[in-house]
């Protein structure tokens, strides 16, 4: 921890002892980046005090030079958030479940890095199962982010129109490895914390992707590997590998989703359901180093 976290999270403590003796709040959670250890010169502190009634309306204050921003939530609310990580549930004629996940994914992030302060100081608020199902929610939900993205790119590089395929394809890189932090156990911070997060998990290094072009799909196989392999860690699969389905290219814009009723390969609005052994085929068939 850098000496601006350090200094951060001795305010925080202060402020939360404060909070909790005076009576107003019955719990003080330390959230976000620097429940993580990480903080910048110039970050803020996360507060977030769980309340019993009316909730207050609390000011942000300044401290020692720095922000502090307090939010008040009912004890209700974070009963409702941890109901969501003791469960996954998506399917594919009901996505109203995983809508209403994907729409609380920041409180979910929250409430994954939160830490509670009592007298031994800050311990983590979720369990190791509910820290696991962040995880599977997480990395459902940047899977998913990453086939609107192949979406976009699928149909930008085939109208040839190269300047937006390399911001597309920016934003697809930034997916992979919040992607990749989130297979890790990582919760999914900000951008600009997510190089600090890959090099915590030791994930490897990749090269960016290559140049995006129709006449050829291989440029896109590192990053179906990249997806396939970060499911694959949640959800292994003990299958003897099969011939994979029957794709005129299976490189061209193919990306797996893993779903509660099982595996399937989607390509912009076509989906098509596979068995495990199959989705083994098809990612030894798009390895370029046939693994």
């Known amino acids: 921890m850098n000496p601006s976290a350090q200094l951060r999270r001795e305010i925080a403590g202060r402020v939360a002892r404060k909070l909790l003796v005076s009576g107003k709040a019955r719990e003080v959670w330390l959230e976000g980046a620097l429940a993580c250890g990480f903080a910048h010169a110039a970050s803020d502190i996360d507060l977030r005090g769980i309340v019993d009634g009316d909730l207050p309306v609390w000011e942000s204050r300044v401290v020692d030079g720095v922000r502090v921003d307090l939010h008040a939530t009912a004890p209700e609310r974070t009963e409702e958030l941890r109901y969501l990580l003791r469960s996954f549930d998506i399917r594919r004629d009901d996505l109203g ?16 890095t939160a830490l509670s302060y009592g007298s031994e100081g800050w311990r983590s608020v979720l369990d190791a199962g509910e820290r696991q199902g962040y995880r599977r929610w997480a990395i459902a939900d940047q899977a998913e982010v990453a086939a609107s993205l192949a979406e976009d790119l699928t149909g930008l590089v085939e109208d040839g129109l190269a300047e937006p395929v390399h911001v597309v394809c920016r934003k697809l890189e930034t997916c992979l490895t919040a992607l ?69 290219a299976p490189d061209a814009g ?24 199959q989705l083994l085929g098809w990612l030894s068939a798009v390895s370029t180093d046939g693994a």
């Not at 290559?210 to 699969?237: D, H, K, M, Y």
């Not at 779903?259 to 052994?277: C, H, K, N, S």
């Open 97 to 112: 479940s995983f809508r209403r996940v994907r729409a609380s994914m920041h409180d979910l992030m929250c409430l994954r």
């Open 180 to 248: 990749e932090c989130a297979a890790a156990g990582h919760p999914v911070l900000g951008e600009k914390w997510l190089p600090l997060l890959a090099s915590a998990s030791r994930s490897p290094s990749h090269a960016p992707i290559g140049t995006a072009r129709a006449e050829t799909w291989e440029w896109f196989r590192p990053v179906q590997q990249r997806v396939t392999r970060a499911l694959l860690s949640c959800w292994p699969i003990d299958d003897l590998v099969q011939d994979p389905p029957d794709l005129a």
């Open 254 to 277: 193919w990306l797996p989703q893993r779903y509660t009723d099982g595996w399937f390969l989607r390509r912009g609005d076509v989906r098509l359901t596979v068995t495990g052994g």
